[in-house]
């Protein structure tokens, strides 16, 4: 029986740019830090129904506390698309590495889960702009 070492590692939390998941992961990467980002379905309903992957928490990437990442820390806040590495006092804010594991089987488990706001049949109602008021039914 072989068993193999595997180091488990906590992860620290970021906070990206507006709209800058994908970007601050993208240029983490490029420098040999190991990023998450828990996605998850969107439904979008303009002219027809669409769905897209966004961010589960908007403005938030996790980067594993590896040896790696401890040795060049100084380089994440200048990182592109990164606002700033969460911490308390000098101290990074950690996401325990259970966490991040849980959240990825969660996303693989449901990743193609998708919960419309509407069901065919609704009433619904404009809420703002030129079309406010009028109300129709949700057919998609």
Not at 31 to 53: A, D, H, M, S
Not at 54 to 71: G, H, I, M, Q
Request: with cysteine.
């Amino acid at each position: 029986l072989l068993m193999i070492n595997k180091i488990i590692n906590n992860w620290w939390v970021l906070q990206t740019k507006p709209q800058g998941e994908l970007s601050a992961m993208e240029n983490l990467k490029l420098q040999g830090f190991v990023t998450y980002c828990p996605l998850f379905n969107k439904e979008i309903i303009r002219r027809r129904q669409v769905r897209l992957k966004d961010s589960l928490f908007p403005r938030y990437v996790f980067v594993e506390a590896n040896k790696t990442a401890k040795a060049t820390i100084h380089l994440i806040r200048s990182t592109f698309g990164v606002s700033q590495l969460l911490k308390i006092g000098e101290v990074p804010i950690i996401a325990p590495a259970s966490l991040i594991e849980s959240m990825k089987q969660l996303e693989v488990q449901h990743g193609d889960d998708i919960t419309s706001s509407f069901k065919p049949g609704d009433v619904v109602s404009i809420q703002s702009a030129i079309y406010q008021g009028l109300e129709g039914v949700y057919q998609i």
